[in-house]
């Protein structure tokens, strides 16, 4: 392991990934709105600026209050309970109401005590939005952690789907050969001749919306580079000794591919993994975009690019920029990851 940190690239891309990594494993934890999906609209601060703060007051609706584990607020925060309303200072209290200044301008505006809901057993509570809000007034942070929780969930998925299908075809077609090898070979050929993209798009439609969906579809698109480079290596490691003593021996095609050939394609495998990653992220903020991949209001950052897409002409424009930029880093730390592995493994680098 100490020789991948002597490869600049291979550290540079495991400290950008770690920077969005660490934030999104706990995920709805610690964000600043942690009910699902991080939706708490307020539609009076649209379009805050970043470091906006102010106090709110929280008024009781028909929703109820679950009291849920923090294993389910983990993975599914918590619901969405009555409405988030942003007050100025408190300015008087009674037996039953209490009356706060509006945040725009100087109406009081008055609660009575029964509909509000307590926080931390303070009827005010206040919030901070290190990235401002969305044009929904919802935290644009809180959504930028759990959108990188998305991608890293897809692209961990896909990378697993992608390399099932793609080592299974490649093995068999790499060593059986013959009319086995042709047909494997022609179903590659046809996969690889189509973008990924379109795949992708084309899955999409069959599959329809939804994150179960979107990792299908990605899935489905990437195992072509898998299948093609397990069936070139394999072509020539099944002439080697050690696999010609497995065959004399007896050995069953289905041990030799699997415990005898495999564990020699570790190497391509993990540097195939980290770039399919890549893939896989760009492909669901991609299909996001477009409307094909999660359904609103997942946090994704492909749909965060999307609604704020005519704001890059405002001045509130860095609310497409900030989730453009997270895309770009993350595919950026695993591709450099990709290549700190590849030059590990490269044993021309090693000698010299």
């Known amino acids: ?82 409405t988030a309303v942003p007050v100025g200072k408190q300015l008087k209290e009674n037996s039953d109401s209490i009356f706060f200044q509006s945040l725009e301008n100087d109406e009081i505006l008055p609660f009575k005590k029964t509909e509000i809901i307590a926080k931390n057993g303070a009827y005010m509570y206040h919030k901070y939005f290190v990235f401002g809000t969305d044009r929904f007034g919802r935290d644009v942070l809180s959504r930028l952690i759990l959108g990188g929780r998305v991608s890293l969930f897809v692209g961990f998925i896909s990378v697993i789907i992608s390399l099932i299908i793609g080592t299974s075809i490649g093995l068999f077609a ?30 999409s439609f069959v599959f ?45 095609v289905p041990r030799i591919l699997f415990k005898h050939i495999l564990p020699n394609l570790k190497g391509s495998l993990t540097v195939l993994a980290t770039t399919n990653f890549a893939a896989a992220i760009l492909l669901e903020a991609g299909l996001s975009f477009l409307g094909l991949g999660i359904a609103p209001p997942a946090p994704s950052w492909g749909i965060m690019v999307k609604e704020h897409l005519g704001n890059l002409v405002l001045p509130s424009a860095y609310l497409a920029i900030i989730p453009g930029v997270a895309i770009m880093l993350l595919v950026m730390g695993f591709n450099l990851l990709s290549m700190g592995i590849r030059d590990a493994y490269d044993t021309r680098l090693q000698q010299n």
């Open 208 to 252: 329809g919306k939804g994150l179960f969906q979107v990792l299908i579809a990605v899935g489905l698109s990437t195992w072509v580079e898998v299948a093609r480079v397990v069936r070139g290596q394999t072509m020539q490691l099944r002439e080697r000794e050690f696999i010609l003593s497995a065959k004399i021996t007896g050995f069953s």
């Open 174 to 203: 790499g060593y059986l050969g013959g009319k086995t090898d042709a047909f494997l070979s022609w179903l590659i050929a046809v996969f690889w001749s189509v973008p990924t993209l379109l795949i992708a798009l084309g899955l």
């Open 1 to 82: 392991m100490k020789r991948f940190f002597h490869i600049p690239s291979f550290t540079i891309g495991i400290c950008i990934i770690a920077f969005f990594t660490i934030p999104a494993i706990p995920g709805y934890l610690i964000t600043s709105d942690n009910t699902t999906d991080a939706n708490d609209i307020v539609a009076q601060i649209p379009n805050k600026p970043p470091g906006f703060k102010a106090n709110f007051v929280r008024v009781a609706n028909s929703n109820t209050n679950e009291n849920t584990s923090i294993f389910h607020t983990w993975i599914y925060g918590k619901s969405l309970t009555g």
